[in-house]
């Protein structure tokens, strides 16, 4: 039998939108941060000559920077003041977060409720500046070691294009936090996914022009665009998938009346962790080997030719790296947001309990233990979807917007989003009907 909220679901139509009017100012606040975000990636850094610049970038697209332009939405193709995106705060939010597993100071922090997570987000900040600092730093002396795409190399440039670029990535960090509060969905996922998304006809226009050309076969392209369907439709499905515990609760008795138990299901996904392993995983890869990349190219040393070209898109050591970051951080964000021990207490509490189990440290147990279980399942499917594609593009050349991490960055925030907007107008729909109540309940009387 479908819950009320199921009910409430099915029922959502045009008209509920239209009188969601603090949804629809959420919506249009979100559409104009992206935009803002998206006029961001055309604005050059200072000091570089684009035209030279785009032949630099182009010998090396296909390799790690590839990924890079990826995240940022075409702004390091353009060298833009976004180019670094939000790369250096999510290696950050990883950092911190892996000390706060050591750490009984950070630990406690996280126990403090609003406050702590304040402060929590406050050492990401200031960990995330010295990240971006060394990143563009690296980037200004990567591009100065390049033949003509300087104007004027020397400190001031440097210090240019640090200054720039780390206010760029600050921004960024803002606005998503805002799109977060005040728009609809999360925001650091919304600037990935619009960057990912407003790319994607060009990439689609070159892979046709690659197959009207001939340098790929028709049967080839027709192959790309029928994975492309199997791979959203494999995510959508592993998304939505649900390992439920049935819950059940005792009888109880009010005066002389005994009401019969209930029962309902506890949820467990799939993919507790969604996206965030591709994300974090890439993240890691991208932080030395683009500045490995960008260094290289001038007179670098052999060992960092060698790194960098190992690093590259389709390599095995990069395919390994990426493969075993994105099972640890699975289970590690997993971990982080699901706490057997607090949900079987919270189960206690309320008198429910997993039949067979005993309430209490058993019920902790058996959910770590399921939940273990189906984590392992989870984070072999993002792998396999992260990385086949990934090895299949690489040898045709195709551009890093059509590989697995773009397909699962988009499929995933957009079915979250929806989600967000679906829970938005369930809450409209119940409040209409309680507003209605009221009223009725004043015309009786």
């Known amino acids: 039998m479908a819950s009320a909220a199921e009910q409430l679901a099915r029922n959502l139509s045009f008209s509920t939108f239209s009188k969601a009017k603090a949804l629809q100012q ?21 000091g570089i000559d684009p035209d030279a610049f785009r032949a630099t970038f182009e010998q090396s697209q296909q390799g790690i920077i590839g990924m890079f332009n990826m995240f940022s939405g075409g702004a390091v193709a353009r060298m833009a003041v976004f180019a670094l995106n939000l790369i250096p705060y999510i290696t950050a939010s990883i ?20 406050s702590g997570r304040r402060k929590m987000n406050q050492y990401t900040r200031y960990l995330a500046v010295v990240f971006c600092a060394i990143q563009a730093y690296g980037i200004a002396v990567g591009l100065e070691s390049s033949q003509g795409v300087v104007l ?13 670029l780390v206010g760029g990535t600050m921004f960024l960090m803002w606005l998503g936090e805002q799109i977060t509060s005040r728009g609809v969905g999360n925001g650091i996922s919304l600037i990935i996914f619009a960057g990912i998304v407003a790319n994607l006809p060009s990439t689609i226009a070159q892979t046709l022009e690659l197959s009207r050309t001939g ?7 027709a192959s790309m665009l029928l994975m492309a369907l199997i791979a959203i439709a494999v995510i959508v499905f592993f998304e939505r998938a649900q390992r439920r515990l049935l819950i059940q609760y005792p009888k109880r008795q009010v005066g002389n ?14 993919n507790t962790s969604g996206v965030i392993p591709v994300i974090f995983g890439s993240s890691l890869l991208l932080l030395p080997a683009t500045i490995a990349s960008f260094a290289a190219q ?71 233990y399921v939940l273990t279980r189906i984590t392992v399942v989870g984070a072999i499917y993002l792998t396999v979807v992260a990385l086949i594609p990934e090895v299949m593009f690489s040898q045709l050349a195709i551009s890093h917007f059509l590989g697995g991490t773009s397909l699962l960055i988009m499929v995933t925030v957009t079915l979250d989003t929806v989600s967000q907007i679906q829970s938005h107008l369930v809450a409209q729909q119940y409040e ?10 004043g015309k009786r009387r």
């Open 26 to 46: 959420r919506i249009w606040f979100t559409l104009g941060a992206l935009l803002v975000y998206r006029l961001g990636t055309f604005i050059p850094v200072p």
């Open 95 to 114: 950092v911190v977060q892996v000390i706060a597993t050591a750490s009984p100071r950070l630990e406690a922090l996280k126990k403090e409720g609003e």
């Open 298 to 368: 001038g007179d670098a040393p052999g060992w960092l030719t060698t790194v960098t070209a190992l690093l590259g898109r389709g390599q095995p050591l990069y395919l390994v790296l990426f493969a075993a970051l994105i099972i640890f951080f699975s289970f590690f964000y997993t971990a982080i947001v699901f706490n057997p021990q607090e949900t079987a207490d919270n189960l206690k509490r309320s008198g429910g309990f997993i039949p067979g189990i005993r309430p209490g440290e058993r019920t902790a147990q058996y959910i770590d």
């Open 152 to 164: 004027n190399p020397g400190w001031f440039f440097r210090i240019s294009t640090v200054i720039t």
């Open 215 to 221: 340098a790929i076969s028709g049967f080839v392209a």
């Open 432 to 441: 209409g009907l309680l507003k209605k109540s009221r009223l009725g309940g």
């Open 257 to 270: 009346k005994m009401f019969q138990g209930d029962s309902s299901h506890l949820p467990l996904k799939l």
